[in-house]
Protein backbone atom coordinates (compact mmCIF):
# COMPACT_ATOMS: atom_id res chain seq x y z
CA UNK A 1 0.00 0.00 0.00
CA UNK A 2 1.47 3.35 -1.20
CA UNK A 3 0.56 6.84 0.37
CA UNK A 4 -1.91 5.65 2.60
CA UNK A 5 -4.12 8.13 4.50
CA UNK A 6 -5.56 7.16 7.67
CA UNK A 7 -8.01 9.14 10.09
CA UNK A 8 -10.44 8.44 12.52
CA UNK A 9 -13.85 7.98 12.66
CA UNK A 10 -14.95 10.88 13.92
CA UNK A 11 -13.10 12.75 11.42
CA UNK A 12 -10.34 13.93 12.73
CA UNK A 13 -7.12 13.37 11.24
CA UNK A 14 -4.47 11.87 13.41
CA UNK A 15 -0.84 13.34 13.72
CA UNK A 16 0.64 11.37 10.92
CA UNK A 17 0.30 9.63 7.21
CA UNK A 18 1.17 6.60 6.83
CA UNK A 19 3.35 6.79 3.86
CA UNK A 20 4.02 3.37 2.73
CA UNK A 21 3.44 -0.18 4.00
CA UNK A 22 5.44 -2.92 2.61
CA UNK A 23 6.51 -6.84 3.01
CA UNK A 24 3.59 -7.14 5.10
CA UNK A 25 1.66 -10.64 5.60
CA UNK A 26 -1.80 -10.61 6.84
CA UNK A 27 -3.49 -13.49 8.26
CA UNK A 28 -7.19 -13.35 8.34
CA UNK A 29 -9.84 -15.45 10.36
CA UNK A 30 -12.54 -12.94 9.55
CA UNK A 31 -14.39 -11.89 11.26
CA UNK A 32 -13.21 -13.20 14.66
CA UNK A 33 -9.25 -12.86 14.04
CA UNK A 34 -6.46 -10.22 12.10
CA UNK A 35 -2.85 -11.52 12.48
CA UNK A 36 -0.64 -9.02 10.48
CA UNK A 37 3.28 -9.54 10.59
CA UNK A 38 6.30 -8.24 9.59
CA UNK A 39 4.82 -4.66 8.48
CA UNK A 40 7.60 -1.86 7.82
CA UNK A 41 5.92 1.72 8.19
CA UNK A 42 7.09 4.46 6.74
CA UNK A 43 5.97 7.56 8.68
CA UNK A 44 6.04 11.11 6.57
CA UNK A 45 9.33 10.11 4.47
CA UNK A 46 11.13 9.73 7.86
CA UNK A 47 10.34 7.68 10.68
CA UNK A 48 10.10 3.94 9.98
CA UNK A 49 8.42 1.86 12.48
CA UNK A 50 8.98 -2.82 11.56
CA UNK A 51 5.87 -4.01 13.47
CA UNK A 52 6.71 -7.53 13.93
CA UNK A 53 3.21 -8.89 15.21
CA UNK A 54 0.22 -7.22 15.15
CA UNK A 55 -2.93 -9.18 16.34
CA UNK A 56 -6.79 -8.36 16.70
CA UNK A 57 -9.15 -10.96 18.79
CA UNK A 58 -12.34 -9.13 17.94
CA UNK A 59 -14.48 -11.33 20.23
CA UNK A 60 -12.32 -11.31 23.30
CA UNK A 61 -11.63 -7.55 22.01
CA UNK A 62 -8.16 -7.77 22.67
CA UNK A 63 -5.24 -6.56 20.86
CA UNK A 64 -1.76 -7.34 21.18
CA UNK A 65 1.13 -5.51 19.49
CA UNK A 66 4.97 -6.01 19.15
CA UNK A 67 6.94 -3.38 16.95
CA UNK A 68 10.28 -1.50 17.23
CA UNK A 69 11.49 1.84 16.21
CA UNK A 70 14.46 4.86 16.49
CA UNK A 71 13.53 7.82 18.53
CA UNK A 72 13.61 10.93 16.32
CA UNK A 73 11.68 14.49 16.46
CA UNK A 74 8.85 12.82 14.65
CA UNK A 75 8.09 10.80 17.24
CA UNK A 76 9.00 13.54 20.06
CA UNK A 77 6.23 15.93 18.09
CA UNK A 78 3.64 13.41 18.32
CA UNK A 79 4.38 12.96 21.85
CA UNK A 80 4.10 16.54 22.41
CA UNK A 81 0.44 16.52 21.18
CA UNK A 82 -0.47 14.19 23.47
CA UNK A 83 1.98 14.97 26.59
CA UNK A 84 2.07 17.98 26.43
CA UNK A 85 4.98 20.29 24.05
CA UNK A 86 7.76 19.96 26.78
CA UNK A 87 7.75 16.99 28.07
CA UNK A 88 9.90 15.93 31.00
CA UNK A 89 11.82 12.98 30.37
CA UNK A 90 12.08 11.39 26.97
CA UNK A 91 14.42 8.97 24.99
CA UNK A 92 17.42 10.54 23.11
CA UNK A 93 17.80 10.79 19.48
CA UNK A 94 18.67 7.74 18.05
CA UNK A 95 18.21 5.15 20.83
CA UNK A 96 16.26 1.83 19.95
CA UNK A 97 12.59 1.69 21.15
CA UNK A 98 11.63 -1.48 21.31
CA UNK A 99 7.70 -2.39 22.72
CA UNK A 100 5.58 -5.37 23.75
CA UNK A 101 1.95 -4.70 24.31
CA UNK A 102 -1.31 -5.48 24.55
CA UNK A 103 -4.98 -4.10 25.16
CA UNK A 104 -8.05 -5.18 26.08
CA UNK A 105 -11.09 -3.06 24.99
CA UNK A 106 -13.22 -4.84 28.13
CA UNK A 107 -11.89 -3.31 31.12
CA UNK A 108 -9.61 -0.68 29.17
CA UNK A 109 -6.76 -2.39 30.30
CA UNK A 110 -2.75 -2.45 28.99
CA UNK A 111 0.18 -4.45 29.91
CA UNK A 112 3.55 -4.76 28.39
CA UNK A 113 7.10 -4.52 28.40
CA UNK A 114 9.20 -1.59 26.89
CA UNK A 115 12.69 -1.54 26.30
CA UNK A 116 15.04 1.27 25.17
CA UNK A 117 18.45 0.97 24.29
CA UNK A 118 21.39 3.15 23.00
CA UNK A 119 25.04 3.72 23.06
CA UNK A 120 26.13 2.19 26.81
CA UNK A 121 23.20 2.49 28.14
CA UNK A 122 19.61 0.44 28.60
CA UNK A 123 16.32 0.82 30.18
CA UNK A 124 13.79 -1.81 30.58
CA UNK A 125 10.22 -1.11 31.48
CA UNK A 126 8.90 -4.67 32.65
CA UNK A 127 5.36 -5.92 33.48
CA UNK A 128 3.86 -3.08 32.63
CA UNK A 129 0.26 -3.01 33.83
CA UNK A 130 -2.48 -0.40 33.69
CA UNK A 131 -5.93 -0.54 34.87
CA UNK A 132 -8.38 1.60 36.58
CA UNK A 133 -6.58 4.24 36.89
CA UNK A 134 -3.35 2.44 38.50
CA UNK A 135 -0.28 2.17 36.64
CA UNK A 136 2.06 -0.80 37.78
CA UNK A 137 5.94 -1.80 36.10
CA UNK A 138 9.40 -2.73 36.95
CA UNK A 139 12.40 -0.90 36.08
CA UNK A 140 15.93 -1.12 35.10
CA UNK A 141 18.66 1.33 33.73
CA UNK A 142 21.82 0.56 32.88
CA UNK A 143 24.99 2.19 31.69
CA UNK A 144 28.35 2.44 31.99
CA UNK A 145 29.31 2.24 35.64
CA UNK A 146 25.31 2.78 36.79
CA UNK A 147 22.70 0.41 37.27
CA UNK A 148 20.14 0.77 39.04
CA UNK A 149 16.35 -0.91 39.67
CA UNK A 150 13.06 -1.35 41.23
CA UNK A 151 9.52 -0.92 40.70
CA UNK A 152 6.70 1.81 40.58
CA UNK A 153 2.71 2.73 41.43
CA UNK A 154 1.50 5.24 40.12
CA UNK A 155 -2.11 6.08 41.31
CA UNK A 156 -3.99 8.90 39.27
CA UNK A 157 -7.37 8.90 41.30
CA UNK A 158 -5.25 9.98 44.36
CA UNK A 159 -2.57 11.63 42.90
CA UNK A 160 0.12 9.85 44.14
CA UNK A 161 3.18 7.72 42.84
CA UNK A 162 5.21 4.99 45.18
CA UNK A 163 7.60 2.23 44.51
CA UNK A 164 11.53 1.01 45.21
CA UNK A 165 14.63 1.93 43.69
CA UNK A 166 17.91 0.32 44.47
CA UNK A 167 21.40 0.93 42.94
CA UNK A 168 23.91 3.71 41.96
CA UNK A 169 23.42 6.33 39.28
CA UNK A 170 25.71 9.05 38.09
CA UNK A 171 24.57 12.25 36.46
CA UNK A 172 26.61 11.34 33.23
CA UNK A 173 24.67 8.04 33.06
CA UNK A 174 21.43 9.88 33.37
CA UNK A 175 22.14 12.67 31.21
CA UNK A 176 22.86 9.84 28.15
CA UNK A 177 20.15 7.55 29.11
CA UNK A 178 17.12 10.46 29.02
CA UNK A 179 16.62 13.75 27.31
CA UNK A 180 15.50 15.83 30.34
CA UNK A 181 14.19 18.92 29.53
CA UNK A 182 13.21 20.78 33.11
CA UNK A 183 16.42 22.03 34.27
CA UNK A 184 17.44 19.64 37.71
CA UNK A 185 20.64 19.91 39.37
CA UNK A 186 24.01 18.12 38.50
CA UNK A 187 25.46 15.61 41.08
CA UNK A 188 28.18 12.99 40.37
CA UNK A 189 26.87 9.86 41.77
CA UNK A 190 23.89 8.70 44.00
CA UNK A 191 23.28 5.22 45.94
CA UNK A 192 20.16 4.70 46.91
CA UNK A 193 17.53 1.69 48.21
CA UNK A 194 14.67 3.36 49.07
CA UNK A 195 10.88 2.86 49.00
CA UNK A 196 9.26 5.95 48.50
CA UNK A 197 5.32 7.49 48.49
CA UNK A 198 4.95 10.97 46.71
CA UNK A 199 1.72 13.15 46.35
CA UNK A 200 1.65 14.92 43.42
CA UNK A 201 -0.39 17.52 44.23
CA UNK A 202 1.17 18.43 47.96
CA UNK A 203 4.89 17.58 47.48
CA UNK A 204 5.25 17.68 51.51
CA UNK A 205 3.19 14.82 51.66
CA UNK A 206 6.01 12.14 51.33
CA UNK A 207 7.23 9.24 52.81
CA UNK A 208 10.56 7.63 52.50
CA UNK A 209 11.90 4.61 54.14
CA UNK A 210 15.92 3.52 53.74
CA UNK A 211 19.24 5.37 52.72
CA UNK A 212 20.25 7.56 50.45
CA UNK A 213 23.53 8.91 49.35
CA UNK A 214 24.34 12.00 46.48
CA UNK A 215 27.89 13.22 45.97
CA UNK A 216 28.82 16.31 44.61
CA UNK A 217 25.29 17.75 43.76
CA UNK A 218 25.18 21.27 42.73
CA UNK A 219 22.46 23.60 43.91
CA UNK A 220 22.74 27.25 42.35
CA UNK A 221 26.67 27.38 42.79
CA UNK A 222 26.81 25.16 45.94
CA UNK A 223 28.11 21.52 46.03
CA UNK A 224 26.61 19.52 48.34
CA UNK A 225 27.70 15.78 49.60
CA UNK A 226 25.01 14.49 51.91
CA UNK A 227 24.34 10.69 53.59
CA UNK A 228 20.50 10.56 54.63
CA UNK A 229 18.71 7.37 56.29
CA UNK A 230 15.01 7.67 56.04
CA UNK A 231 12.49 6.43 58.47
CA UNK A 232 9.29 7.38 57.21
CA UNK A 233 8.07 11.14 58.06
CA UNK A 234 11.84 11.81 59.47
CA UNK A 235 15.13 11.36 57.31
CA UNK A 236 18.09 11.07 59.41
CA UNK A 237 20.67 13.43 57.81
CA UNK A 238 24.15 11.11 59.28
CA UNK A 239 26.66 13.74 57.03
CA UNK A 240 26.12 16.65 54.99
CA UNK A 241 29.44 18.70 53.85
CA UNK A 242 28.75 22.14 51.72
CA UNK A 243 30.92 24.03 49.22
CA UNK A 244 29.58 27.29 48.45
CA UNK A 245 30.64 31.16 47.68
CA UNK A 246 29.30 31.27 51.07
CA UNK A 247 31.89 29.41 52.44
CA UNK A 248 32.41 25.80 53.67
CA UNK A 249 30.76 23.49 55.93
CA UNK A 250 30.11 19.81 57.45
CA UNK A 251 27.31 18.61 59.92
CA UNK A 252 24.66 16.69 60.64
CA UNK A 253 20.81 16.74 61.60
CA UNK A 254 17.32 15.74 60.73
CA UNK A 255 14.46 16.23 58.05
CA UNK A 256 10.77 15.61 59.73
CA UNK A 257 7.58 16.33 57.89
CA UNK A 258 5.46 17.69 60.27
CA UNK A 259 1.29 18.14 58.91
CA UNK A 260 2.47 19.24 55.55
CA UNK A 261 5.76 21.19 56.47
CA UNK A 262 9.51 20.31 56.19
CA UNK A 263 11.33 21.00 59.69
CA UNK A 264 14.68 20.84 59.35
CA UNK A 265 17.38 20.47 62.08
CA UNK A 266 20.89 20.94 61.36
CA UNK A 267 24.41 21.39 63.10
CA UNK A 268 26.56 22.75 61.04
CA UNK A 269 30.55 23.72 61.38
CA UNK A 270 33.33 25.48 59.43
CA UNK A 271 36.16 27.84 59.33
CA UNK A 272 34.57 30.56 57.28
CA UNK A 273 31.32 31.89 56.06
CA UNK A 274 30.06 35.27 53.92
CA UNK A 275 27.02 36.71 55.89
CA UNK A 276 26.94 39.78 53.80
CA UNK A 277 26.77 37.48 50.59
CA UNK A 278 24.35 35.03 51.63
CA UNK A 279 22.00 38.38 53.05
CA UNK A 280 22.66 40.02 49.23
CA UNK A 281 21.13 36.82 48.19
CA UNK A 282 18.13 36.25 50.37
CA UNK A 283 17.71 40.64 49.90
CA UNK A 284 16.97 40.25 46.49
CA UNK A 285 13.54 38.96 47.50
CA UNK A 286 12.17 42.01 48.45
CA UNK A 287 12.44 45.36 46.92
CA UNK A 288 10.77 47.67 49.22
CA UNK A 289 12.02 45.99 52.32
CA UNK A 290 9.02 43.16 52.62
CA UNK A 291 9.04 39.40 51.56
CA UNK A 292 8.85 38.61 48.24
CA UNK A 293 5.63 36.35 47.47
CA UNK A 294 5.67 36.31 44.34
CA UNK A 295 7.15 33.19 43.80
CA UNK A 296 6.41 31.25 46.81
CA UNK A 297 8.11 27.65 47.93
CA UNK A 298 5.94 24.24 47.47
CA UNK A 299 6.68 23.31 50.12
CA UNK A 300 6.98 25.21 53.85
CA UNK A 301 10.08 25.11 55.72
CA UNK A 302 10.99 26.09 59.00
CA UNK A 303 14.72 25.44 59.77
CA UNK A 304 17.07 25.87 62.70
CA UNK A 305 20.58 25.48 62.12
CA UNK A 306 22.96 25.55 65.01
CA UNK A 307 26.29 27.11 63.61
CA UNK A 308 30.16 27.36 65.12
CA UNK A 309 32.09 29.12 62.40
CA UNK A 310 35.70 29.95 63.33
CA UNK A 311 35.21 33.05 60.95
CA UNK A 312 32.24 35.27 59.61
CA UNK A 313 32.23 37.94 57.18
CA UNK A 314 29.47 40.54 58.18
CA UNK A 315 29.06 44.22 57.44
CA UNK A 316 32.48 43.89 55.62
CA UNK A 317 34.04 42.94 59.17
CA UNK A 318 35.43 39.89 60.30
CA UNK A 319 33.69 38.27 63.40
CA UNK A 320 35.49 35.71 65.16
CA UNK A 321 34.21 32.46 67.18
CA UNK A 322 30.94 32.82 65.85
CA UNK A 323 29.16 30.49 67.45
CA UNK A 324 25.21 30.49 67.76
CA UNK A 325 21.81 28.92 65.81
CA UNK A 326 19.48 30.69 63.18
CA UNK A 327 15.75 30.19 61.79
CA UNK A 328 14.22 30.51 58.50
CA UNK A 329 10.69 30.27 58.20
CA UNK A 330 9.33 30.30 54.23
CA UNK A 331 6.07 29.79 54.83
CA UNK A 332 4.84 33.53 54.43
CA UNK A 333 7.68 34.57 52.55
CA UNK A 334 11.42 34.54 53.27
CA UNK A 335 12.07 35.49 57.32
CA UNK A 336 15.50 34.80 58.90
CA UNK A 337 16.81 34.92 62.73
CA UNK A 338 19.64 34.52 64.23
CA UNK A 339 21.40 34.12 67.47
CA UNK A 340 25.34 34.66 68.77
CA UNK A 341 26.54 34.02 71.85
CA UNK A 342 30.49 35.34 72.66
CA UNK A 343 30.76 36.53 69.35
CA UNK A 344 34.52 38.39 68.46
CA UNK A 345 35.20 40.98 66.04
CA UNK A 346 38.77 42.40 66.73
CA UNK A 347 38.89 41.90 70.02
CA UNK A 348 35.13 42.92 71.67
CA UNK A 349 33.23 39.79 72.80
CA UNK A 350 29.47 40.66 72.36
CA UNK A 351 26.04 38.35 72.11
CA UNK A 352 23.74 39.40 68.93
CA UNK A 353 20.59 38.86 67.64
CA UNK A 354 19.49 39.27 64.41
CA UNK A 355 16.20 39.14 62.21
CA UNK A 356 15.63 39.42 58.56
CA UNK A 357 12.28 40.22 56.42
CA UNK A 358 12.61 40.08 52.92
CA UNK A 359 15.32 43.54 52.81
CA UNK A 360 14.34 44.55 56.43
CA UNK A 361 16.65 43.89 58.71
CA UNK A 362 17.40 44.04 62.76
CA UNK A 363 20.18 43.39 65.05
CA UNK A 364 20.81 43.87 68.65
CA UNK A 365 24.29 43.88 70.27
CA UNK A 366 24.92 43.28 74.49
CA UNK A 367 28.13 42.80 75.69
CA UNK A 368 31.03 43.59 78.30
CA UNK A 369 35.06 42.75 78.15
CA UNK A 370 38.31 43.93 77.71
CA UNK A 371 41.09 43.91 75.25
CA UNK A 372 43.89 45.50 73.68
CA UNK A 373 43.52 48.74 72.59
CA UNK A 374 45.92 48.97 69.74
CA UNK A 375 45.23 46.02 68.29
CA UNK A 376 41.67 46.80 67.78
CA UNK A 377 41.95 49.77 66.14
CA UNK A 378 44.16 48.61 63.74
CA UNK A 379 41.82 45.56 62.77
CA UNK A 380 38.63 47.71 62.93
CA UNK A 381 40.27 50.11 60.48
CA UNK A 382 42.28 47.83 58.43
CA UNK A 383 45.13 50.21 58.87
CA UNK A 384 48.77 49.40 60.61
CA UNK A 385 48.77 53.27 62.41
CA UNK A 386 50.29 53.98 65.61
CA UNK A 387 46.94 55.88 66.94
CA UNK A 388 46.40 54.96 70.57
CA UNK A 389 47.78 52.16 72.89
CA UNK A 390 46.32 50.54 76.45
CA UNK A 391 44.54 48.16 78.06
CA UNK A 392 40.58 48.57 77.46
CA UNK A 393 36.99 47.58 79.15
CA UNK A 394 33.80 48.19 77.32
CA UNK A 395 30.02 47.66 78.32
CA UNK A 396 27.75 47.84 75.18
CA UNK A 397 24.28 47.94 74.33
CA UNK A 398 23.05 49.12 71.04
CA UNK A 399 21.01 48.21 68.21
CA UNK A 400 19.63 49.30 64.74
CA UNK A 401 16.91 48.25 62.08
CA UNK A 402 16.70 49.28 58.70
CA UNK A 403 17.21 47.75 54.92
CA UNK A 404 20.82 49.21 54.64
CA UNK A 405 21.95 48.50 58.49
CA UNK A 406 25.86 48.85 57.52
CA UNK A 407 24.75 52.73 57.06
CA UNK A 408 24.14 52.70 60.67
CA UNK A 409 21.79 55.59 60.25
CA UNK A 410 19.40 54.17 62.93
CA UNK A 411 21.78 52.81 65.62
CA UNK A 412 20.59 53.95 68.90
CA UNK A 413 22.32 52.31 72.10
CA UNK A 414 24.81 53.28 75.17
CA UNK A 415 28.20 52.48 75.38
CA UNK A 416 30.56 52.03 78.60
CA UNK A 417 34.58 52.53 77.82
CA UNK A 418 37.60 53.04 80.11
CA UNK A 419 41.35 52.65 78.83
CA UNK A 420 44.47 52.46 81.16
CA UNK A 421 48.06 52.95 80.55
CA UNK A 422 48.48 54.08 77.51
CA UNK A 423 49.97 56.37 75.24
CA UNK A 424 48.18 58.85 72.33
CA UNK A 425 50.13 58.86 69.21
CA UNK A 426 47.84 60.23 66.58
CA UNK A 427 44.20 62.46 67.82
CA UNK A 428 43.55 65.79 65.90
CA UNK A 429 41.95 66.96 69.24
CA UNK A 430 44.12 66.34 71.63
CA UNK A 431 47.01 67.18 69.52
CA UNK A 432 45.29 70.70 69.10
CA UNK A 433 44.61 71.23 72.45
CA UNK A 434 48.28 70.44 73.72
CA UNK A 435 49.42 72.62 70.99
CA UNK A 436 47.96 75.58 72.34
CA UNK A 437 48.58 74.82 75.90
CA UNK A 438 51.85 74.78 74.81
CA UNK A 439 51.60 77.96 73.22
CA UNK A 440 50.86 79.27 76.67
CA UNK A 441 53.90 77.25 78.25
CA UNK A 442 51.00 76.00 80.40
CA UNK A 443 52.85 72.62 79.89
CA UNK A 444 56.22 71.03 78.93
CA UNK A 445 54.77 68.57 76.45
CA UNK A 446 56.23 68.86 73.57
CA UNK A 447 53.40 68.26 69.96
CA UNK A 448 56.84 66.92 68.27
CA UNK A 449 56.91 64.10 71.05
CA UNK A 450 53.35 63.13 70.12
CA UNK A 451 54.16 61.32 67.07
CA UNK A 452 57.74 59.74 68.72
CA UNK A 453 56.60 58.80 72.48
CA UNK A 454 52.95 59.42 72.29
CA UNK A 455 51.43 61.74 75.24
CA UNK A 456 50.83 59.52 78.12
CA UNK A 457 47.48 58.83 79.86
CA UNK A 458 46.96 57.22 83.43
CA UNK A 459 43.11 56.34 82.17
CA UNK A 460 40.33 57.53 79.77
CA UNK A 461 36.98 57.35 80.36
CA UNK A 462 33.65 57.40 77.89
CA UNK A 463 30.24 57.14 78.16
CA UNK A 464 28.23 57.34 75.14
CA UNK A 465 24.75 57.36 74.02
CA UNK A 466 24.21 56.12 69.66
CA UNK A 467 21.11 57.88 67.83
CA UNK A 468 20.79 58.26 64.43
CA UNK A 469 23.99 58.02 62.86
CA UNK A 470 25.07 60.49 66.02
CA UNK A 471 27.38 59.72 68.99
CA UNK A 472 26.31 62.07 72.18
CA UNK A 473 29.33 61.99 74.19
CA UNK A 474 27.95 62.72 78.01
CA UNK A 475 30.67 61.78 80.00
CA UNK A 476 34.27 62.18 78.51
CA UNK A 477 37.62 62.25 80.60
CA UNK A 478 41.18 62.00 80.15
CA UNK A 479 43.72 61.63 83.27
CA UNK A 480 47.52 61.80 82.70
CA UNK A 481 50.31 63.66 84.91
CA UNK A 482 50.44 66.68 82.69
CA UNK A 483 46.80 67.81 82.55
CA UNK A 484 43.15 66.67 82.73
CA UNK A 485 40.75 66.68 80.22
CA UNK A 486 36.91 66.99 79.90
CA UNK A 487 34.78 67.07 76.88
CA UNK A 488 30.79 66.33 76.04
CA UNK A 489 29.17 66.99 72.55
CA UNK A 490 28.10 65.53 69.38
CA UNK A 491 30.00 63.31 66.81
CA UNK A 492 28.32 62.50 63.25
CA UNK A 493 29.36 59.96 61.31
CA UNK A 494 26.92 60.70 58.24
CA UNK A 495 28.35 63.66 58.11
CA UNK A 496 31.81 62.69 59.27
CA UNK A 497 32.27 65.83 61.57
CA UNK A 498 31.85 66.73 65.23
CA UNK A 499 30.88 69.63 67.52
CA UNK A 500 32.24 69.53 71.36
CA UNK A 501 33.40 71.50 74.38
CA UNK A 502 36.46 70.44 75.90
CA UNK A 503 38.25 71.79 79.38
CA UNK A 504 41.58 71.34 79.72
CA UNK A 505 43.23 71.39 83.37
CA UNK A 506 47.07 71.49 83.38
CA UNK A 507 49.07 70.78 86.49
CA UNK A 508 51.46 73.80 86.37
CA UNK A 509 52.74 75.65 89.52
CA UNK A 510 50.56 78.19 90.10
CA UNK A 511 53.00 81.21 89.60
CA UNK A 512 53.55 80.05 85.61
CA UNK A 513 50.25 80.30 85.46
CA UNK A 514 49.14 83.06 87.54
CA UNK A 515 52.18 84.69 84.93
CA UNK A 516 50.27 83.66 82.14
CA UNK A 517 46.81 84.91 82.98
CA UNK A 518 46.91 87.61 85.79
CA UNK A 519 43.77 88.50 86.39
CA UNK A 520 42.97 85.44 87.98
CA UNK A 521 43.22 85.79 92.15
CA UNK A 522 43.50 84.31 94.84
CA UNK A 523 40.66 83.73 95.70
CA UNK A 524 40.49 80.86 93.96
CA UNK A 525 43.54 79.40 94.51
CA UNK A 526 45.67 78.33 97.45
CA UNK A 527 43.53 76.46 100.15
CA UNK A 528 40.45 75.96 98.45
CA UNK A 529 42.55 74.10 95.95
CA UNK A 530 40.28 74.90 93.25
CA UNK A 531 41.10 73.49 89.76
CA UNK A 532 41.69 75.97 87.57
CA UNK A 533 40.62 74.88 83.67
CA UNK A 534 40.73 76.14 80.32
CA UNK A 535 37.88 75.83 78.02
CA UNK A 536 37.89 75.05 74.29
CA UNK A 537 35.45 74.70 71.74
CA UNK A 538 35.86 71.68 69.01
CA UNK A 539 34.33 72.24 65.54
CA UNK A 540 34.16 70.69 62.08
CA UNK A 541 35.40 67.62 60.25
CA UNK A 542 36.54 64.51 61.79
CA UNK A 543 39.91 63.99 60.61
CA UNK A 544 40.61 68.04 60.76
CA UNK A 545 38.63 69.86 63.29
CA UNK A 546 38.79 73.88 64.38
CA UNK A 547 39.85 74.23 68.29
CA UNK A 548 39.63 77.47 69.80
CA UNK A 549 39.10 78.63 73.41
CA UNK A 550 36.03 79.44 74.13
CA UNK A 551 34.02 81.91 76.05
CA UNK A 552 33.68 80.66 80.06
CA UNK A 553 30.08 82.02 80.06
CA UNK A 554 29.05 79.42 76.90
CA UNK A 555 29.80 76.00 79.45
CA UNK A 556 26.79 74.04 80.40
CA UNK A 557 26.36 73.15 83.34
CA UNK A 558 26.91 69.33 82.38
CA UNK A 559 30.60 68.87 82.26
CA UNK A 560 30.78 71.09 85.66
CA UNK A 561 28.83 68.08 86.85
CA UNK A 562 31.46 65.62 85.58
CA UNK A 563 34.25 67.29 86.63
CA UNK A 564 32.54 67.03 90.41
CA UNK A 565 31.46 63.29 89.74
CA UNK A 566 34.98 62.16 89.09
CA UNK A 567 37.51 64.49 91.32
CA UNK A 568 35.04 66.03 93.74
CA UNK A 569 36.67 69.45 93.58
CA UNK A 570 35.16 73.05 92.93
CA UNK A 571 35.99 73.98 89.43
CA UNK A 572 37.05 77.56 87.86
CA UNK A 573 37.49 78.12 84.40
CA UNK A 574 40.52 80.19 82.86
CA UNK A 575 38.62 83.06 80.90
CA UNK A 576 39.90 83.78 77.72
CA UNK A 577 43.02 86.32 77.05
CA UNK A 578 40.21 88.90 75.32
CA UNK A 579 38.23 89.22 78.09
Known sequence: LNNLIVKTTDKQKIPFDIADIHKAKFYLDYPQKISVKDINLTLDKNQNIHIKNLF?????????????????????NILSTYAGKNMDVTPKYGDLIVLNGNIDLNDNSITGDLSISGIDKKIDITNINYRDNILTSNFKLECRDSKIKGNVKLMNNENSIEGVVDGNITFGCL???????????????IQMGLYFKLNLKEPGKFVLEGPLQINSLKLDGNQVDISLDSRGRVIEVSSIYIESPYGNAGGFGKVERLDGKLKIDLFLQGRSIDVDLILSKLGKNGKDGKSDKSTPIPIPIFTIINFDFSRAKFLDKNFYDLKGNFTLDTEKGIKLSVNTVNTDLCGIRFDADFSMDGNYKKLKITGRGNGDLAKTITCLTGKEENIITGTYGYVIDASIEGIEIEKLEKAKGEIQFISEEGRIHKLTVIAKVLEILNLYKLITFQITDLAKEGFKYNYLILQAKLKNNKLSIDDSYIDSDALKIWSEGKIDFKKKNLNMVVLAAPFSTIDKILSKLPIIGPVFLGKSKTLLSIPFKVKGPLDDPVVQPLNPSLIGKGIFDLIKRIIKAPTYIFPTEEE
Open 175 to 189: KDALDIKVKYPEFSS
Open 56 to 76: FDLNKKHISLKCETRYSHYIE
